[in-house]
């Protein structure tokens, strides 16, 4: 049995009472998947017990205040229970019980939601799975971390407390990039697109600020969309070195690639990504 150190993301999030009274993983070899999965609940619930153990009991698996991850050949989201390995097609443990809990994030942490996904938990499941070798050096640091270790039991330990690390520093960089962009544009504007390589205002503005192509830049967008309050029509900005392709389809005006007005914002953001995804990453 192992009872974890307490730890609590509270910088981020409001300390929470455990939504499980009790988790369960498999026994033997650890591996970042199943760690993973335990610090994203955590960081989701709050802090509770976990057991590594080779099989669950059937009075584990209907109890609703334990929850079974990448162990039980069963994926049963009514009982709790989070395994892959039943099916090569299913994601890895860590992405399951994230997408079935992360919507209990409030609104004002989806940006979390999305970006712990696609930067850190679909790298480390397709990893895991042999699709991709994105996570490979995650997984790498995490093996010989653990390697060291004189049990399986102190390995699971340590391997959280590496992946708490991991996500406490991407959902810190995800708040502060997002604080930053909101004091630089507006309140409302968002990244959107391959990499955020879109800025998109979503209140109406008379003139982009100042030094927007700096902050653009910073922000590593290649465009700025926002709409024009005195036209209603959608603009799209291109930043230093990139230009905007003629469209006279969607467009209602066109400036040497330079800048571009849109008749709409769905025709404006299809356009930029468009052009997002035939730009180098």
Not at 114 to 139: A, P, Q, R, W
Not at 199 to 212: H, R, S, V
């Amino acid at each position: 049995m192992i009872v974890l150190e307490k730890q609590y993301f509270s910088q981020f999030k409001t300390i929470k009472v455990a939504k499980f009274k009790k988790g369960i993983t498999h026994s033997g070899k650890v591996h970042l998947d199943e760690c993973m999965a335990y610090v994203a609940l955590e960081y989701l619930f709050g802090e509770f017990e976990v057991v590594r153990k080779a099989s669950v009991t059937q009075k584990e698996i209907v109890d609703p205040e334990v929850i079974i991850f990448d162990l039980g050949k069963m994926l049963n989201r009514r009982l709790n229970c989070y395994d892959h390995h039943q099916d090569i097609k299913l994601p890895s443990a860590c992405v399951l019980v994230w997408q079935e809990f992360a919507p209990t994030l409030t609104p004002e942490e989806r940006l979390i939601k999305v970006t712990v996904y696609e930067k850190l938990l679909c790298h480390i499941s397709d990893h895991d799975n042999g699709k991709t070798f994105k996570g490979l050096s995650l997984s790498r640091a995490f093996s010989m971390l653990t390697y060291q270790c004189k049990d399986h039991d102190e390995a699971f330990d340590v391997g959280v407390d590496l992946c708490r690390k991991i996500l406490r520093g991407l959902v810190s960089r995800t708040w502060q990039d997002n604080i930053c962009l909101e004091d630089r544009w507006d309140k409302g504007s968002k990244k959107i697109g391959k990499n955020g390589s879109i800025i998109l205002l979503e209140k109406p503005i008379d003139f982009l600020p100042e030094n927007w192509q700096e902050f653009a830049r910073e922000d590593g967008a290649l465009f700025v969309i926002t709409k024009d309050i005195r036209t209603k029509e959608t603009n799209m900005y291109a930043v230093n070195g990139v230009l905007i392709p003629k469209d006279l389809k969607r467009q209602s005006f066109w400036e040497n690639g330079k800048k571009a007005a849109y008749k709409n914002d769905h025709d404006a953001v299809n356009h930029a990504m468009e052009m997002s995804l035939k730009s180098p990453p």
